[in-house]
T-cell receptor
Framework: EDKVVQSPLSLVVHEGDTVTLNCSYE??????LLWYKQEKKAPTFLFML????IEKKSGRLSSILDKKELFSILNITATQTGDSAVYLC????????????????FGQGTILTVHP | NAGVTQTPKFQVLKTGQSMTLQCAQD?????MYWYRQDPGMGLRLIYY???????DKGEVPNGYNVSRLNKREFSLRLESAAPSQTSVYFC??????????????FGDGTRLSIL
């Protein structure tokens, strides 16, 4: 069964801390892994990773993919209260012998709370 | 720049009632999707439309129908609502046919409660 598992499910830190969020996956015909940030409403896109070992960075956020070990991490340095959100990991995959459509399977999300 | 717009934002229904959730995108995307989000379960795909004129089932399609009215609009219908369909529903869209390689962009969601 295709699945995406995130850990930890929740995390409480103080401003200035560095956090690492994990996403492991088991899917057929992997295509890409995406990270989203969800505050009160719509998930907003952060990163898409397709190749192992290439770090994506955006300000204090960075992410890397390991296709051999089937996981990705999302790092946030010098956390701020505005980083408090649910972080969602999603994997795009294609069913073996099926259509070419790339479906997204989401993990449960990690709830990050940053205290002042 | 509106992006993906969903209506209504909130709705309360009684068991057995029907309703349609509306979604429209102004980004000229080919692919559109409907998800539901339940506590502790992430987002699960209900139906998707890889291009105008096509629709297909996702992971949890039972109890729902969809219509891709045109390239901009993709609606989700509950014919006979059940309490198990209480959830937050998200519409999303992306470039490319068949999902492509681009990220999906989400609307703000519809919070639906069924009593």
């Amino acid at each position: 069964e295709d699945k995406v598992v995130q850990s930890p499910l929740s995390l409480v830190v103080h401003e200035g801390d560095t956090v690492t969020l994990n996403c492991s996956y088991e899917v057929t015909n992997f295509r890409s892994l995406l990270w989203y940030k969800q505050e009160k409403k719509a998930p907003t896109f952060l990163f898409m990773l397709t190749s192992s070992g290439i770090e994506k960075k955006s300000g204090r956020l960075s992410s890397i993919l390991d296709k051999k070990e089937l996981f990705s991490i999302l790092n946030i340095t010098a956390t701020q209260t505005g980083d408090s959100a649910v972080y969602l990991c999603a994997v795009r995959w294609v069913s073996a012998g099926g259509t070419s459509y790339g479906k997204l399977t989401f993990g449960q999300g990690t709830i990050l709370t940053v205290h002042p | 720049n509106a992006g993906v717009t969903q209506t209504p934002k909130f709705q309360v229904l009684k068991t057995g009632q029907s309703m349609t959730l509306q979604c429209a995108q102004d980004m000229n995307h080919n692919s559109m999707y409907w998800y539901r989000q339940d506590p502790g379960m992430g987002l699960r795909l209900i139906y998707y439309s890889a291009s105008e004129g096509t629709t297909d089932k996702g992971e949890v399609p039972n109890g729902y129908n969809v219509s891709r009215l045109n390239k901009r609009e993709f609606s989700l219908r509950l014919e006979s609502a059940a309490p198990s369909q209480t959830s937050v529903y998200f519409c999303a869209s992306s470039e490319g046919y068949g999902g492509g390689t681009q990220p999906q962009h989400f609307g703000d969601g519809t919070r639906l409660s069924i009593l």
